[in-house]
């Protein structure tokens, strides 16, 4: 088959490779710029029909903890097109759920946290109602009014919301349902991309073709 061989081919600003497909027969293509960025091409016509190249971020295999680069795994075309649509399916939820949340509740977090007249007792507010605020209170206290009002409002996110209604009491039935909805779809993605991880076809090296053996003439 006249694909090349396992050793990196490059020139000056393009780095070429080629990995064993899923059956084993054909090749995924790989092209990583001089810039580290890397487009993958399946070459095997059996596989390009039922499998596809995903990027999963290595933290989900760390719960979010450092490891901020990408695994590279060829999966199941099927499985990734029901992966997307849970992503997109979150991605308008999370949409709506901020749309609602700031139309309704923003403005009472913001004035029950700047009701408070020292910004002190802001500073302690927020972290009862938010949780850790992101700047600390030496931080907090050189800031202006108004920077302090925008610092109180990016705490009004979307991981902090439920502590945020508990907090001011704030009984909200459709968001309610729509964050749990957000919840089991989270849940949902992260066993798939675990799944993908685990089960998904690793790129591998093409062997390097073996040399002949040579012969002995008696």
Known sequence: MPYPDSEMQHDKTTFNRHYLCPCGKHTVHTVTDSAGNTQHQILCPICRLTFTVVHIPANRITQGQGLTQKLVRL???????????????????????????????????????????QPVDRWMLLGTLAG?????????????????????????????????????????????????????????????ELRFLEKGHCLQSVPAPKPLATLRVR
């Open 75 to 117: 999966v199941p075309l099927k499985d990734h097109l029901q992966h997307q649509k849970w992503v997109q399916k979150q991605q308008d939820l999370q949409r709506k759920v901020l749309k609602r949340s700031h139309q309704r509740h923003l403005p009472i977090f913001l004035n029950v946290v700047l009701s408070q007249v």
């Open 132 to 192: 850790p605020p992101t700047r600390s209170l030496k931080a907090f206290l050189t800031y202006g009014s108004q920077a302090q009002e925008r610092m109180i409002k990016n705490h009004f996110q979307l991981d902090r919301l439920p502590r945020i209604l508990a907090g001011l009491g704030i009984e909200d039935p459709e968001l309610n349902r729509m964050l749990a909805e957000l919840t089991e779809l989270s849940r949902k993605i992260q066993i798939r």
